[in-house]
């Protein structure tokens, strides 16, 4: 998409290379934030319950957001294709929306609410992400946890079906150096300076598997966890799977959002 406000001489990256946030999208902001509290031992914190559209998770290094959308769902030019799936820090939100717009599809301009403003753009393939400035800077906590499954993002997965010009886009937007041999696999893990890593997933499109992978915990204890969500009645989908380099199983949310639990071995 051209925009005339686009300013091709800017030099520098305007965007943090780090998932600052992942969105879950939800249309029961309680049972959900529920659902994810017991899977990871977590206290319910009431006052995020406040008639908000989001319920969030201040971890370490990558923070969890689950979207309602009830404000969104109030405007006659919003749709369900334009929820943002990962938030990216902008170090000055007018830097990075020109910087953006010459490289992604800008789905609106920079929504200001007093100390934080932000906008959503599509990468190539249509997955929509978010870039976001704040005047308060917010390093997460580290959550005290009951669960064996660690309260922290391993990593958030993207799906894409050309590797070669995802890896390299994502590496360009992010200012990272990206690497030809690696986008032959199936997952290419963009480098990110902490937090969450950020992986493009090519899996489901080759396998022909219509359901989408948001993230992943990690564990370490694979057979506590297993025994931990089996306990609590937690809807797993498909097969454990064991390979040389990790174990893995996956959950179904409330609904139906594929979450991942991995042991690395």
């Known amino acids: ?18 998932v600052a946030s992942v969105f879950v999208h939800v249309t029961d902001l309680r049972r959900s934030a529920e659902w994810y509290s017991l899977l990871l031992g977590l206290p319910l914190m009431e006052e995020r319950l406040n008639g908000g559209p989001v319920y969030w998770f201040d971890f370490k290094g990558t923070h969890l957001i689950l979207d309602s959308n009830a404000v969104n769902r109030q405007n006659p030019e919003w749709n369900e294709s334009m929820m943002p799936r990962i938030m990216f820090n902008a170090w000055d939100i007018d830097e990075a929306y020109r910087y953006v717009c010459e490289k ?87 480098p990110m300076v902490s937090g969450a890593a950020l992986l493009l997933d090519r899996n489901r499109y080759l396998n022909q598997e219509t359901f989408r992978e948001v993230l992943y915990f990690e564990t370490g204890d694979f057979e506590a966890a297993l025994a931990y969500v089996r306990s609590h009645g937690f809807e797993m989908a498909g097969e454990v799977n064991d390979f040389p380099d990790l174990s893995e199983f996956a959950l179904l949310d409330p609904d139906g959002n594929r979450i991942l639990i991995a042991y690395m071995k």
Not at 114 to 143: I, K, L
Request: include cysteine; charged fraction near 20%.
């Open 104 to 190: 992604g599809d800008i789905l609106s301009e920079p929504v200001r609410h007093g100390t934080m403003a932000y906008f959503n753009f599509r990468d190539p393939e249509g997955n929509v992400h978010m870039a976001c400035w704040s005047s308060e800077a917010d390093e997460g906590q580290q959550w005290a946890s009951q669960s064996p499954i660690v309260p922290q993002i391993g990593g958030v997965f993207v799906d894409v079906k050309n590797m070669h010009s995802s890896a390299l886009w994502y590496s360009k937007l992010l200012g990272v150096e990206w690497h030809e041999a690696a986008a032959e696999q199936a997952i290419y893990s963009v």
């Open 1 to 18: 998409m051209f925009n005339p406000e686009c300013n091709p001489s800017i030099g520098f990256k305007p965007l943090e290379n780090r």
